[in-house]
């Protein structure tokens, strides 16, 4: 996350949070706090309906409007003693998991200095510390999620290129298949038939010699050897090639 952002998310969570305890000591707009939080939930809901948000990453808006609702629900139903306090544990982990480690820890501090007005019985300090405690478990838990995550994505990147290799692999096998058959196909038609030509002309040239000197006479016997021994190493090698790629 850029610097500036960070600065912004961080006043965002501290503003945030004073905002809403202003509210909540205010003796006239402590009376409205459940419109309060139909109001914000109505303009969170079609903001999300609406605008969707550009950066999907960035659960900041989120966490704070649920920081809000709790908050002055808490304020609203009996503040530590309330039957929905343990919303505020769900609240500590949420922020591990879609925040910053650095947010989350400010988020922590701020809902202890809300709740600090309370520090009048064992109870509540007990209650306050138990939630402050809750962050680096959060913590710890977040990053093994956001680790696991990281494996998840590597497991995807590795399949990815094993699907590539393998695709590749089999490539190569259609295109080794395809130059064996064009080999034996060059053997068994091309090669072949020119020596067979060769062979054929050569006898034909041998079986009348009278114009032929002696020198021409033993050169083109040799032609004639030769040919077949080339013929006989092309079959030899066209065995080769069927019995290594069967």
Same mark, same amino acid.
């Given at each position: 996350?850029p610097?500036?952002? &960070? !600065?912004?998310?961080? !006043?965002?969570?501290?503003?945030?949070?004073f905002? %809403?305890? #202003?509210w909540?000591?205010n003796e006239?707009?402590?009376?409205?706090?459940?419109?309060?939080?139909?109001i914000i939930f109505?303009?969170?809901f !079609?903001?999300?309906?609406?605008?969707p948000k550009k950066?999907? %990453?960035?659960?900041?808006?989120?966490?704070?409007?649920?920081t809000?609702?709790l908050l002055?629900?808490l304020?609203?139903?009996?503040e530590?003693?309330?039957?929905?306090?343990?919303?505020s544990y769900?609240?500590?982990?949420?922020? +591990?998991?879609?925040?910053?480690?650095? #947010? %989350?820890l +400010?988020?922590s501090?701020?809902?202890?200095?809300?709740f600090?007005?309370? !520090?009048?019985?064992p &109870?509540?300090?007990?209650?306050?510390?138990s939630l402050?405690?809750?962050t680096p478990?959060?913590?710890?838990f977040?990053?093994?999620?956001?680790?696991?995550?990281?494996s998840q994505?590597?497991?995807k990147?590795l399949k990815?290129?094993?699907?590539?290799?393998i695709?590749k692999?089999?490539?190569l096998?259609?295109?080794?298949a395809?130059?064996?058959?064009?080999?034996?196909?060059?053997l068994?038609l091309?090669f072949?038939?020119?020596?067979l030509?060769?062979?054929?002309?050569? +006898?034909?040239?041998l079986?009348?010699?009278?114009?032929?000197?002696?020198?021409?006479?033993?050169?083109?016997q040799s032609?004639?050897?030769?040919a077949?021994?080339?013929l006989?190493?092309?079959?030899?090698?066209?065995?080769?090639?069927d019995k290594?790629?069967?």
């Open positions: 996350m610097k500036q952002n &960070r !600065f912004f998310s961080f !006043f965002a969570i501290i503003g945030t949070l905002a %809403t305890w #202003l909540a000591n006239v707009l402590q009376n409205y706090n459940l419109q309060l939080c139909l109505v303009i969170f !079609f903001a999300k309906t609406f605008f950066e999907p %990453t960035n659960f900041l808006p989120e966490i704070l409007a649920f809000i609702i002055l629900l304020s609203s139903t009996g530590l003693q309330s039957p929905l306090f343990f919303l769900f609240l500590i982990f949420a922020a +591990a998991f879609l925040l910053d480690a650095y #947010l %989350t +400010a988020l501090a701020g809902l202890f200095l809300f600090f007005r309370f !520090f009048d019985s &109870r509540n300090i007990i209650q306050i510390f402050v405690l809750t478990i959060a913590l710890y977040g990053k093994l999620y956001l680790e696991q995550l990281e994505e590597k497991i990147i990815k290129q094993s699907k590539h290799l695709a692999n089999e490539q096998s259609e295109n080794l395809n130059e064996e058959t064009n080999t034996l196909l060059w068994s091309n072949k038939n020119s020596l030509k060769i062979l054929h002309l050569t +006898a034909d040239l079986t009348d010699l009278s114009h032929l000197t002696p020198t021409q006479k033993e050169r083109l032609i004639h050897e030769t077949k021994e080339i006989k190493s092309g079959e030899k090698l066209k065995e080769k090639i290594e790629t069967d």
